[in-house]
């Protein structure tokens, strides 16, 4: 018969272990979901701050950025999510790459493959709508809720993406709930999704996809690979 094994929610310090223990893999996919040419190797190198041949220093400044912010997200874990820090991972993300870094846009956008067109941004309906989101005592619904609310709103003129899953990673983290990326395999299908969410602003199915295939924890077989764990974590 086969043995069953109980999810459980990580501790703070065993999610944040993770999360860097994977860090470069993370913004790996991060880098490949905006677009970036970039191996993992290579990714590993202008993290560890080598050149690496045949790359903009576009690809390589959202690389770092994205570093910036997650040593940003680390530095902040216990500060509540509002849209000050939510502006904030903005100017980090978009650093030495857009205008107008962590302010909301005062202009029209168009997404790409879909016709639909966010509204402007006013800065307490943003705020109502996160704070609304906050309350649901579900934090992994939060997460994902929050992150997907961001994307489709489209607060800020480039960064969105990027902005968004670093609170959601931000909320799961602080809850146990493991780490959030979408690996290459899963691009085509997770854009799919966002589309369909944007023009019917349903996230249903792109929550299931989210929670089956991009959500990444541990899961402890017996007490020794815990004990194994938290001596990792010394």
């Known amino acids: ?61 959202i690389i770092l950025n994205l570093k910036r912010a997650w040593n940003y997200l680390f530095d902040t874990i216990n500060e509540k999510v509002s849209l000050s820090l939510i502006q904030d991972f903005n100017r980090i993300v978009g650093r030495d790459l857009v205008h107008k870094l962590g302010f909301l846009r005062t202009a029209d956008v168009k997404i790409s493959g879909t016709n639909f067109k966010p509204k402007l941004p006013i800065d307490y309906e943003v705020s109502k709508n996160i704070e609304t989101i906050l309350k649901n005592e579900n934090k992994k619904e939060v997460a994902l809720d929050l992150m997907l609310y961001l994307m489709r709103s489209q607060l800020f003129f480039d960064g969105n993406k990027r902005t968004s899953m670093l609170i959601a990673n931000k909320i799961l983290i602080e809850n146990g709930f493991g780490i959030l990326a979408i690996a290459k395999n899963d691009m085509n299908e997770f854009f799919t999704h966002l589309v369909k969410f944007y023009e019917t602003n349903n996230n249903y199915e792109i929550k299931q996809f989210c929670k089956e295939n991009c959500i990444e924890t541990m899961v402890f077989h017996n007490d020794e690979e815990k004990t194994n764990y938290r001596k990792e974590l010394r």
Do not use: C, H, Y
């Open 1 to 61: 018969m086969k043995e069953r094994f109980k999810m459980r929610n990580l501790t703070l310090e065993e999610n944040i272990f993770l999360a860097k223990r994977n860090l470069v893999d993370i913004i790996w996919k991060s880098a490949n979901l905006e677009g970036v040419n970039v191996t993992f190797p290579e990714t590993q190198m202008i993290i560890d701050g080598f050149s690496v041949p045949d790359k903009t220093i576009q690809d390589l400044t």
